[in-house]
């Protein structure tokens, strides 16, 4: 009984571990997909302020 408890906690710990692990993965990669998304923001607004310059679009 004692044992069939521990062992349903070690299952329940483990879960939470993997749930947590999986939960990072997906931040990492929404953390890129905002970066990438914010660089290439930034070169798009580069371009248009270069662009804007040299007709003198001030």
Do not use: R
């Amino acid at each position: 009984m004692l044992l069939d408890y521990v062992k349903d906690n070690k299952q329940v710990i483990k879960n939470i571990s993997n749930a947590i692990t999986e939960n990072n993965n997906k931040k990492k990669e929404l953390d890129t997909s905002n970066s990438v998304s914010n660089q290439i923001s930034k070169a798009v607004n580069e371009t248009v302020s270069l662009f804007n310059q040299s007709f003198n679009f001030k």
